[in-house]
């Protein structure tokens, strides 16, 4: 009688038919408000709800039993970071997922950071048993609390290297963040493992740009969050192309930007549709690349309009705290790992704005640009809506070359794209510094980047250099060799120099190079940047003979004189 009673005020009100959207929400009371005091579960699709769980019955598990519940993997990525296991990390009570089952719902995915169930249910009496159960959790509310989880020099001669002809094409979405010169040194993402959160992975298993990852045992696994059990590998090319860019190997073809890591590849996305249950097919995604030790999360998705327009998102909703997965992303970092996430292509429509979980506090979040170094006009902008910097950097997005489904090496356009650039390079640049934590690498690659002291909300912090970012991470560790106040990288240099200072400074910096008859052969003034850590000499260096030369640096009081050689 409660649905009949229900049903007819929808159809009429004041003798008018309501507007969809309000009969919408009045069967939405029923199934979803099973008494007026209380809220138990949260459509995320038709049919399918949220339930939270009142308690995790932590006699269960143990956060200093964390082998029960953790891979070694995982487990040993929080020690070299010092980050302790928290009840957040333990699992959700099996029994309370068997009841649920026992009640008649299937249980679609699971959540332990947020202690939650996603499930199907087709009929109303199941939903009623459920909210009956004493575990379950009523009166639901938003949770928006802060996660303070953000991320609060090598001989550049060439070994191993790969020729700019091996790379073909894709040579340059490498080479404009100076990741060949990683890839020279032999960083090119051994032993480094990345969750690729997408779409599908359409004949990973069979095109010959993967055969080196599955002949080097690179390919870890998968699984599918949207239909469990399913073969990644028969659903959407979107995730195989981002693949391609991070670990895909064609000689003269395309050459990945790590393409020595190892890969977990998840399907979170279902193409067909777009309701916020996706939001938490990306969640329990996230939280199995935890558990499976995965370094580091690329994702090329973003949510802010849903088929059902009562899950929409606001652009108020991007601060980094309200939407349900960008607070998961938050918790990812807060894992240890790094989480790389494409800004969006909504730059030139009307949201124009980034999308969750591109908004999340410790996410690195990517735009795009062209070759030239321009912002592509799809590429979405910053800020968060409070009013952090976003996108944090940009990579190359627009004409970027991927594998397509037909084994041919294709361009494309997209942030989608853009993101696994940085992703790969990431991998190259943690092997590198493998005592750095992922708060470090996330800093490093930020101030790295060429637009670092003057950020804006289209290029962010701009282009990162991970040559650069290498020798940032080392000085930090003190790993330079050096303690002098002002230094001079690398040694020998080809066609770019870079400065550090051991202590920031905020004076005008003169540069000048000298041969050794005194002759000089190069000389420059830079203005006061406040607390400058780092300087990158912008100029061409082809023109200068092989040799020895001396360097002069001056700042204020800070001075510094060394011997390079120029090969």
Not at 347 to 355: H, L, R
Not at 424 to 436: F, I, S, V
């Amino acid at each position: 009688m409660k649905l009949i009673f229900f049903l007819h005020h929808a159809d009429y009100c004041n003798g008018r038919l309501l507007p969809l959207r309000i009969w919408y929400l009045l069967v939405i009371g029923i199934f979803c408000y099973p008494d007026s005091s209380a809220q138990t579960f949260e459509m995320t699709a038709p049919t399918k709800y949220r339930v939270v769980f009142v308690d995790k019955d932590y006699s269960n598990f143990e956060t200093d039993e964390p082998e029960r519940f953790l891979s070694p993997a995982s487990i040993e990525r929080r020690r070299k970071q010092n980050i302790p296991v928290t009840e957040n990390d333990l699992p959700v009570h099996p029994d309370y997922i068997h009841q649920l089952r026992v009640a008649g719902a299937k249980v679609l995915t699971v959540s332990k950071w947020f202690n939650s169930a996603t499930i199907q249910v087709n009929d109303s009496s199941v939903l009623r048993r459920i909210s009956g159960l004493p575990f379950i959790q009523k009166n639901l509310v938003a949770l928006h609390e802060p996660l303070n989880a953000k991320p609060g020099l090598p001989n550049m001669m060439s070994i191993n290297s790969f020729s700019e002809m091996e790379y073909g094409p894709s040579w340059w979405q490498t080479a404009i963040h100076n990741g060949n010169l990683l890839h020279n040194n032999g960083f090119t993402g051994n032993g480094i493992t990345i969750a690729v959160l997408d779409a599908g992975f359409s004949d990973v298993d069979t095109l010959s740009v993967f055969n080196r990852l599955y002949e080097n045992g690179k390919i870890l696994g998968t699984r599918d969050f949207v239909k469990p059990g399913n073969n990644v590998y028969r659903e959407a090319t979107h995730g195989m192309s981002v693949l391609s860019i991070i670990g895909g190997y064609q000689a003269e073809g395309l050459i990945g930007t790590a393409p020595d890591a190892s890969f977990w590849l998840l399907r979170t996305e279902d193409g067909g549709s777009e309701y916020i249950i996706e939001e938490d097919n990306w969640i329990a995604a996230a939280e199995f690349a935890d558990s499976a030790g995965a370094d580091i999360i690329n994702t090329s998705l973003g949510y802010s309009v849903f088929n059902d327009t009562l899950q929409n998102h606001s652009y108020a909703d991007m601060d980094g705290n309200t939407t349900r997965v960008s607070r998961a992303a938050d918790l990812a970092a807060s894992k240890g790992m790094m989480v790389i996430v494409s800004a969006g292509n909504q730059g030139n429509m009307e949201w124009k704005y980034i999308t969750a979980p591109a908004d999340g506090d410790s996410v690195l979040t990517v735009g795009a640009i062209d070759r030239s170094r321009i912002i592509s006009s799809f590429s979405s902008r910053g800020p968060s809506s409070d009013d952090e910097v976003k996108p944090n950097v940009v990579a190359l997005g627009q004409g970027i070359y991927v594998a397509g489904i037909d084994g041919s090496i294709r361009q494309g356009n997209g942030t989608s794209f853009s993101a696994p650039v940085i992703s790969g390079l990431t991998a190259c640049l943690w092997q590198a510094n493998p005592g750095a934590s992922a708060g470090e690498v996330f800093s490093a690659i930020c101030e790295s980047a060429d637009r670092f002291y003057l950020p804006d909300h289209e290029y962010g912090y701009g282009v990162p250099d991970f040559n650069l970012a290498n020798v940032l991470l080392k000085a930090a560790k003190h790993e330079l060799g050096s303690e002098a106040p002002v230094i001079a990288f690398p040694n020998p240099f080809y066609n770019q120099l870079y400065v550090f200072f051991k202590n920031p400074v905020s004076t005008p910096v003169d540069i000048r190079l000298y041969d050794l008859a005194g002759k000089e052969v190069f000389q420059k003034t830079y203005p006061e940047v406040p607390d400058r850590k780092y300087l990158v000499i912008d100029s061409d260096f082809d023109s200068i003979q092989k040799g020895v030369y001396i360097i002069r640096i001056r700042s204020g009081a800070v001075s510094g004189n060394s011997k390079l050689i120029k090969y």
